[in-house]
């Protein structure tokens, strides 16, 4: 939105600016009240990503379309690759990392009440973030500089795989092309693409798997087959920040060695349609992002910045984030210009259910309260500002009017076309998805690995 920093825009601002580039140009699209991400970088939005992990339970992947059975295996073996740590009594993880003065009062204050706490549940953050070390990887220092440098590689990002891949010689990595779309002929799939410098390429294969992103899956299988105009589901997340202040820690210096992710969750436990109602996570705020509070302030910038100073280290942003599902009316459809240029554009007609939200968001703050934690304000962000989507081509028994696939992610309307990411999901659920999605991708890797063999 003009003039509006959003969540969005700190991921892929700065000097992070390069994970965004070119997007608008090579990648165009026109929304309608909804805000989004694109990224052409070496491993994508991933580079922007925070490492907020978690587990689906059964209900929830049922939800979203996959197959519950084998999940918890791809679960750990994706684990295992990339490095999770926190605390959990199913999976084999890394150590939970030392939580900052914030996180350990705010969880001290909630087990020592020994109060039933009704629908909610406080767990220190679940984070694909080292705290051993896995190949050349290091854990990381504490140094607060985490997120923004991410010196030893202690967060994981996708282009860590990729580039590990690079090294096996049946591994080829083809940067700075866009893919248009792809033609099956005598059981042969043709992927067609255009370079960034405009040259066209062209490669074969027997099965192709589709991961380009929900967005961007969807638009190569819409041109694929010539279904322009036609809309389809497109699911988008919403999410609410609330700015708190942690009392008990009004005056008191906070730790030196910290790191700068997530610190917290909050489990909701109350359900709709399968999946939990919310989910929040508990960031400690940054000073050196103060400027980002005055556009909040009803006071002029001198006397809110000095206030501010005071405050914000005992300042906490609460990230709320509620479930969308593709009954939401938001569909995705790809057109064309008068000029014959092609874009993707996105149509928000959601009713999303605001007195559900609000009545949520008010059992939130009071849950936020008992925690010490005294919420400021409440601040609706533009919806799909998460940067989380899916939908599209959805798991279905039977083959669907426009697109969609069976459970193994086989495209019904193409056997030697899978699809691997969100667009297959049917519901988001408000945890973070990225490890759902790469435990999901990892079976249906598997699958299609499995049927090359034969």
């Known amino acids: 939105l003009p003039g509006k920093q959003v969540h969005s825009d700190s991921m892929t601002k700065g000097a992070r600016k390069y994970i965004s580039e070119r997007t608008e140009e090579l990648l165009p699209t026109k929304n309608n009240n909804v805000e989004i991400s694109q990224s052409l970088a070496k491993g994508g939005l991933s580079e922007a990503w925070g490492s907020a992990c978690c587990l689906f339970d059964q209900e929830e992947l049922e939800q979203?379309?996959?197959?519950?059975?084998?999940?918890?295996?791809?679960y750990q073996t994706v684990i295992d690759r990339i490095g999770v740590s926190g605390a959990s009594s199913t999976f084999k993880i890394q150590p939970l990392p030392r939580l900052d003065h914030h996180g350990?009062?705010?969880?001290s204050?909630?087990?020592?009440?020994?109060?039933?706490?009704?629908?909610?549940?406080?767990?220190?953050?679940?984070?694909?973030?080292?705290?051993?070390?896995?190949?050349?990887?290091?854990p990381i220092n504490y140094d607060d500089l985490d997120y923004s440098l991410n010196r030893g590689g202690a967060i994981y990002r996708s282009r860590f795989t990729v580039e590990e891949m690079q090294s096996k010689k049946n591994f080829s990595y083809l940067p700075n092309y866009i893919v248009e779309k792809f033609e099956t002929k005598k059981g042969l799939t043709t992927v067609y693409a255009t370079g960034f410098d405009k040259k066209k390429v062209?490669?074969?294969?027997?099965?192709?798997?589709?991961?380009?992103?929900?967005?961007?899956?969807?638009?190569?299988?819409?041109?694929?087959?010539?279904?322009f105009n036609t809309k389809v589901p497109f699911i988008i997340k919403k999410h609410t920040l609330i700015p708190?202040?942690?009392?008990?820690?009004?005056?008191?210096?906070?730790?030196?060695k910290r790191f700068s992710l997530c610190q917290l969750f909050i489990y909701d436990k109350l359900k709709n349609n399968g999946v939990s109602k919310s989910f929040t996570q508990i960031y400690s705020y940054k000073s050196l992002m103060l400027f980002k509070l005055l556009e909040y302030s009803p006071l002029p910038a001198p006397e809110a910045l000095s206030i501010l100073s005071m405050f914000t280290p005992s300042t906490l942003i609460a990230d709320v984030?509620?479930?969308?599902?593709?009954?939401?009316?938001?569909?995705?459809?790809?057109n064309k210009d008068n000029l014959g240029k092609e874009f993707i554009k996105i149509d928000n007609k959601s009713k999303s259910n605001n007195k559900n939200d609000s009545s949520t968001l008010r059992k939130i703050k009071w849950f936020l309260f008992r925690l010490g934690l005294v919420p400021i304000k409440t601040i609706d962000t533009p919806f799909g500002s998460t940067a989380h989507y899916a939908g599209g081509v959805p798991f279905s028994s039977s083959p669907s009017k426009v697109l969609s696939t069976d459970e193994s992610g086989r495209l019904h309307q193409n056997p030697n076309i899978f699809i691997a990411d969100a667009s297959t999901w049917k519901a988001l659920p408000p945890k973070p998805p990225a490890l759902t999605i790469m435990a999901n991708a990892d079976r249906i890797g598997n699958i299609v690995a499995k049927e090359a063999k034969n």
């Open 104 to 107: 350990r009062r705010i969880i």
């Open 64 to 74: 979203v379309g996959i197959p519950y059975k084998d999940m918890k295996k791809h």
């Open 109 to 138: 204050k909630y087990l020592g009440k020994k109060l039933n706490f009704g629908r909610f549940e406080l767990q220190p953050a679940m984070l694909a973030m080292l705290t051993q070390p896995i190949g050349k990887r290091n």
């Open 202 to 227: 062209k490669f074969t294969a027997k099965y192709v798997v589709v991961a380009a992103g929900s967005l961007n899956t969807n638009r190569i299988l819409l041109k694929s087959f010539n279904l």
């Open 321 to 334: 984030r509620f479930p969308s599902f593709s009954e939401n009316e938001t569909t995705l459809s790809l």
């Open 244 to 256: 708190c202040l942690n009392i008990s820690s009004l005056g008191k210096a906070g730790d030196k």
